[in-house]
């Protein structure tokens, strides 16, 4: 089939420059150096499904990075070289350029949370913890759709602008807004808020629950409310973990779609 094609030859491609070893290094490294970590700094039990609680915030700091520059040159930089519309005479359809683009973009950062989490879950066991076997897979499976979205994020730039340099912008510019400033948003509101005796502490609930709705944020509720045994979430219904994952499952799908949406009917010429 011709996504499958194009995926195996993007992905030889994309995995050949050394910035995308480096790249893929980020969350290698994270979930090793949280892995050798945890059994010194955790407390008892020392288990994998509470080794996803510690990391999660490692997770969410560093994957975001490594999916935008992995994904935000996928269509672009062969849109802005001519090399687009040279696929596009052949018998492929942009539907199958970008399938194949995610299926191999997305598969090169999976493929490196994968091989940490097996050599992260051997430090967790080895000698005195316990393989949670569902709990973690849960956990692995959970992360590597974590990076899905932020490669996913990286590519709906790609697909929505002409130029590279437009597309790191966008792709860049989302990742420092989400990891960097997001929180630092949220702190000013509350400051603001709390000095002018509008509210007493925390935000309110629903103004909470628009700031919770931050990709990192959403990926740490749902493994705490479903892969962490060792804490749960607190608060109203709306930021529980069932909306939290719902919240997941869209920021997966609908970027992508948006962006498919205009790149299929905008005039690449």
């Given at each position: 089939m011709n996504w499958q094609n194009?995926?195996?030859t993007d992905g030889a491609l994309a995995a050949k420059?050394?910035?995308?070893?480096?790249l893929l290094g980020l969350p290698f490294a994270?979930?090793?150096?949280a892995a050798y970590l945890y059994p010194v700094l955790g407390?008892?039990?020392i288990t994998t499904a509470r080794f996803a609680g510690f990391v999660d915030g490692w997770l969410a700091t560093v994957i975001p990075l490594a999916g935008t520059v992995l994904g935000y040159d996928a269509v672009v930089s062969e849109r802005e070289s001519g090399a687009?519309?040279?696929s596009l005479s052949l018998p492929h359809g942009r539907d199958d350029i970008v399938l194949g683009k995610v299926v191999s973009r997305v598969g090169l950062l999976s493929g490196a949370i994968l091989a940490a989490m097996v050599v992260g879950a051997g430090l967790v066991v080895y000698p005195f913890g316990r393989l949670d076997a569902v709990r973690f897979v849960g956990f692995v499976a959970t992360t590597v759709a974590f990076g899905a979205i932020w490669t996913n994020l990286g590519i709906a730039a790609s697909l929505s602008t002409a130029t590279k340099q437009r597309a790191f912008v966008l792709a860049f510019g989302l990742s420092i807004l989400f990891v960097l400033a997001w929180d630092g948003l949220a702190g000013a509101l509350r400051f603001s808020l709390n000095r002018a005796g509008v509210v007493d502490g925390a935000l309110p609930g629903p103004v909470q629950f628009v700031f919770d709705l931050e990709p990192?944020?959403?990926f740490q509720r749902v493994t705490v409310g479903f892969?962490?045994?060792s804490t749960d979430v607190d608060g109203p219904w709306y930021l529980g973990e069932w909306v939290a994952l719902a919240v997941f499952v869209l920021w997966l799908v609908v970027p992508l779609a948006l962006a498919?949406?205009?790149f299929a009917g905008s005039d690449l010429s």
């Open positions: 194009i995926a195996r420059p050394r910035s995308t070893r480096l994270a979930i090793l150096a407390t008892d039990p687009l519309l040279l990192g944020v959403v892969l962490d045994p498919y949406g205009r």
